[in-house]
């Protein structure tokens, strides 16, 4: 998440009329924006002004298929030092030397920045997105390992780190923060606890909504983001962390009290909530598929017979280039969610010896026999691709049909 902040300059006229008017507009300005970060809010719970407050910051999701996740910051204030900044991890920089090199190899660099919590706000409240605030109930000491951990990760020579979607994000550097300030209490209460969901079924229920882009997720993540992880690890998620925060009560000093001594929305986004488990998509999945074999076959009764044969090949290069991106992201990069991909089984880059009229059906049994093995291999659950089985099934199999019951004439290219 990137965003761009932007300075107002305010012109003062030479009558006194216009200086007036100025400066009864810019009190009334000043005065509303210090009554609440949040439109419509009169006041933001538990906000001192010249105390050391912690605040675990929460954004909801976005409409943006890249905010879909949502997003989370800490926001630290300390009149004495001018501190009233949020910390957050989430950005990254289009001009970075190698980026999309480095994005394609899975060596992403993002870095963490710290800016006047107010400009945070408002970017949020623009994008309509929720704000959700709590109010850590921290100790001097752990208020100071908090601070003085955060000025330090925004460091020009630390701020930089290597992103990875489930593992090392915006989030669950906001989590590690947190079990520092807490002197390891988070990871020792979460570490062995099981999640709730996966990261499998997180992305699935946060992007469903979504058609294609949900359906790129299936096709590119691999078995490893079906495991089971835990509680620690489901964190990645930053609504997690609000929730597991809010459930935590401190560990000595301060034993038996809440750690979350507010809990307030400083923002509602009039967005939908997504739910809280994914939901079976594979239905349109099918229906597409099946819609596409279907137009195929209709389209054939009224074009010479090499029409089908082209249409055939069509898919067979799409599949086999499909594959071959799937196995690059296994083996060549370092994307750890896209290995040990099921879905090669459907989109096959040896499909492209099809082009060999003598292949031609070994392709067509190697179709056949991707699919059935690709439906076994759910049936215990090792991948969920659900979906892009519903997809390919019905024009997997038409091809096959055709390559095995084609003249040799109707297959030559």
């Not at 000043?30 to 912690?54: F, H, K, Q, T």
């Not at 609000?242 to 009039?270: N, W």
């Not at 896209?338 to 090669?344: G, Q, V």
Request: aromatic letters at 14%; one cysteine or more; hydrophobic letters at 45%.
């Amino acid at each position: 998440m990137s965003s761009s902040l932007s300075n107002q300059c305010f012109e003062s006229s030479l009558t006194g009329i216009f200086r007036a008017w100025y400066l009864l507009f810019f009190l009334v300005f000043l005065l509303w924006s210090r009554a609440g970060y949040a439109s419509g809010n009169p006041a933001i719970p538990g906000v001192s002004p010249d105390g050391r407050e912690a605040w675990l910051i929460t954004f909801g999701p976005g409409e943006i298929y890249f905010e879909r996740f949502g997003h989370n910051a800490i926001w630290l204030r300390e009149p004495a030092a001018g501190l009233d900044h949020t910390f957050n991890f989430g950005y990254f920089d289009f001009e970075q030397e190698d980026f999309f090199l480095r994005f394609m190899r899975g060596r992403m660099l993002y870095f963490s920045i710290a800016q006047p919590a107010e400009l945070e706000f408002s970017f949020y409240r623009q994008q309509n997105r929720s704000i959700r605030a709590q109010k850590l109930n921290l100790t001097d000491t752990r208020f100071d390992q908090l601070r003085d951990y955060l000025l330090n990760e925004v460091q020009p020579e630390n701020r930089n780190y290597r992103y990875d979607y489930y593992l090392n994000n915006c989030s669950t550097r906001i989590r590690d923060a947190l079990d520092v300030a807490l002197d390891g209490a988070l990871s020792a209460r979460t570490g062995q606890l099981p999640a709730e969901l996966n990261f499998r079924e997180h992305t699935r229920r946060l992007t469903q909504m979504q058609f294609w882009y949900y359906l790129g997720l299936e096709t590119g993540l691999g078995s490893p983001v079906d495991r089971a992880i835990s509680r620690w690890d489901e964190m990645f998620i930053p609504m997690v962390i609000a929730d597991e925060i809010e459930a935590m009560s401190l560990e000595a000093p301060g034993a038996g009290k809440p750690l979350v001594e507010v809990d307030t929305m400083f923002y509602t986004s009039s967005l939908p909530e997504p739910g809280k488990l994914p939901t079976d998509t594979w239905h349109r999945y099918l229906l597409l598929g099946l819609l596409l074999a279907g137009l195929a076959w209709l389209s054939g009764k009224f074009m010479p017979r090499v029409w089908l044969g082209g249409l055939s090949f069509a898919w067979v290069l799409i599949s086999a280039t499909m594959g071959l991106i799937l196995a690059a992201l296994w083996l060549l990069t370092d994307h750890e969610a896209s290995s040990n991909n099921a879905n090669l089984l459907l989109l096959n880059p040896l499909l492209i010896l099809a082009l060999v009229p003598k292949l031609q059906r070994a392709v067509a049994l190697l179709l056949i026999a991707g699919n059935t093995l690709a439906l076994l291999l759910l049936l215990p659950l090792y991948q969920y691709n659900l979906d892009v089985i519903a997809l390919c099934t019905p024009i997997n199999l038409a091809v096959a049909m055709y390559l095995l019951k084609a003249r040799p004439e109707e297959t030559r290219l």
